[in-house]
């Protein structure tokens, strides 16, 4: 069989993918091809290509004909969708041979025909599947569920030797395959119970609207299933509370080793991150090309997307939907009162190194909302000419679930990640924060200067924090265009200068992209919680510590030109 998959359009397409000088494709779809190319050689202990599943799926392409060329599928597939097929239906497991992957994701941008392409699988998969089995799509409304519906309709439509009743039955609630029993039913997010279901094979299409209920719910239903499949596709979509960035987070894992399973398949066309640096994306044709697999070698797609991107450059408007649906780089239409380009922001994060801040002096900013709201704390210090940051978030630990909905953010995920804690009830536990303040300089070693807070809400817990056993010097920082506009500036200067680093923080890249300023009449900038697009009580808390590090920095700055 090895010599069989080896001339394969599949394994040329993986083999071209892993060329070391081929820039067109991003790293982790390298990584993806390597892997498979192991199995597809035979090298693997785990998986293998079932020749027989190959030949048929090959026989049954030569049938298949592409209702828009009229030709049969075998002879105009792109090559990524050879692999995907080929890797979905026909990797099996050495154990007990069952199909090896148990969900395959692809992120890819619009017009790169995914769910034309996913038509095709679902219908192999009812011509191959055992008797009565069943699959589903899921998507955010019934309209774009049934988009998969209607490319399968159109498929059986155009192809005489499926096109017969005896074969699949078209409902207008269901596609029925009578040689399997199988059938194939839409749902709608917005309409439909996903439990209850048992799926053989599920879609999830436009991962990037939904939150995870769909996806583990189809998962849940496959858990008595030997032989079970999953799929999962999108584009990139602006909300931070997506099942699509847990999954693309999974995939990463599998394929960076650092998960024991390795039975997720995930093709993910997003540029890497050093073509995007510095608006990259502007200029450099391998963002487009890494984001849209088809643009390769088709030229009226790559000449769509060039006019596309000038648009995206001219007008911040087009902006947001460019990047995120022919890009696939999540980001934010921030409109013109924005603070700050979150891309640019995203070019300042690292690692956390917990190392780097023992033995450092450190200014501490709070914003201490309302009981039932977000606070934050921010920790800053500085070397040269470079700040440096770590911030933390707080929520009431009965509101996760009701803020997570209603901001679209995965607070779970966040608490997960350590740069959000859950502390209290419905109502936030000051104490918790009070303590954790308090703590900082042992669990960092740090020399905490100043803390600078905003007077609403925070008159107890400073008066508990300046009389701590080590008690710590809190300054008021007036909520005001005068008083804020210097550090607002300076932030933003830092970011724009890559001279601002910060711990690797999902919740304040969050708020960075919600955050907008308003121009007093000396324009005076400063960020406005109520003109904001969501929570932004991190960035205010950074502020607020860079008020009072930006005054040492100058002192500093002073001392050395005296002396």
Not at 124 to 134: S, V
Request: aromatic fraction near 10%.
């Amino acid at each position: 069989m090895v010599n069989e998959i080896s001339g394969s359009e599949a394994v040329r397409y993986a083999e071209w993918c892993i060329i070391k000088d081929n820039d067109k494709v991003p790293k982790y779809v390298k990584k993806q091809c390597g892997a498979w190319l192991e199995i597809a050689y035979g090298r693997d202990r785990e998986a293998y290509i079932d020749g027989r599943t190959f030949r048929l799926i090959c026989a049954l392409l030569k049938i298949i004909i592409h209702p828009d060329v009229k030709k049969p599928m075998y002879y105009c597939m792109d090559g990524y969708a050879w692999l995907l097929i080929t890797a979905a239906l026909c990797t099996k497991s050495r154990s007990d041979n069952t199909l090896y992957y148990r969900t395959v994701l692809l992120e890819i941008a619009r017009k790169n025909r995914k769910t034309f392409y996913a038509g095709v699988i679902f219908i192999i998969a009812m011509l191959t599947m055992e008797r009565f089995g069943r699959a589903f799509s899921v998507a955010p409304d019934l309209k774009l569920s049934k988009e998969l519906q209607e490319a399968i309709r159109k498929i059986i439509k155009s192809t005489p030797a499926l096109d017969d009743s005896s074969i699949f039955k078209i409902l207008r609630s269901e596609i029925r395959c009578i040689i399997t029993d199988s059938v194939y039913t839409p749902l709608a997010y917005s309409e439909d119970k996903m439990d209850g279901k048992l799926a053989n094979l599920f879609l999830a299409d436009e991962a990037g609207c939904m939150d995870s209920y769909p996806v583990e719910a189809m998962r849940s239903s496959q858990i008595g299933l030997s032989s079970r499949l999953g799929i999962i596709i999108s584009t990139e979509y602006p909300k931070d509370d997506n099942v699509l960035i847990t999954e693309i987070d999974m995939a990463k894992k599998t394929l960076d080793g650092f998960r024991e399973s390795k039975r997720y398949f995930a093709l993910l066309y997003e540029p890497d991150d050093e073509l995007i640096r510095d608006d990259g994306w502007q200029t450099d044709d391998r963002v487009l090309y890494q984001a849209n697999p088809v643009s390769v070698d088709d030229r009226n797609i790559f000449d769509a997307l060039l006019e596309k991107r000038t648009e995206a450059i001219l007008y911040e408007s087009k902006r947001g939907n460019f990047l995120c649906k022919h890009c696939n780089i999540r980001y934010k239409d921030v409109g013109v009162e924005s603070y700050v380009d979150i891309l640019k922001v995203r070019e300042c994060r690292r690692a956390e190194d917990v190392g780097f801040w023992k033995g450092r002096r450190v200014w501490l900013g709070l914003d201490l909302s309302q009981t039932d709201d977000n606070t934050s704390v921010a920790m800053v210090t500085f070397d040269d000419e470079n700040i440096y940051a770590k911030v933390w978030g707080f929520i009431p630990a009965d509101s996760i679930k009701k803020k997570s909905d209603k901001e679209n953010v995965d607070y779970s995920k966040l608490i997960n990640d350590g740069v959000c804690f859950a502390c209290g009830d419905s109502v936030i536990d000051y104490g918790f924060v009070e303590n954790f303040i308090l703590s900082l300089e042992k669990t960092y070693g740090v020399q905490i200067v100043l803390l600078g807070f905003d007077r609403y809400n925070a008159i107890s817990t400073v008066q508990k924090l300046e009389s701590a056993v080590n008690p710590i010097t809190c300054v008021e920082i007036k909520q005001h265009s005068s008083v804020l506009h210097r550090p607002t500036k300076l932030l933003k200067e830092k970011i724009l200068q890559k001279r601002f680093v910060y711990d690797e923080n999902e919740l304040l890249e969050i708020n960075f992209s919600n955050a907008r300023c308003t121009e007093d009449t000396n324009l005076n900038k400063y960020v406005n919680k109520k003109k904001s697009s969501g929570k932004v009580d991190c960035v205010v808390s950074l502020i607020n510590a860079i008020f009072l590090c930006q005054i040492e920095m100058e002192n500093a700055s002073w001392s050395a030109q005296i002396f």
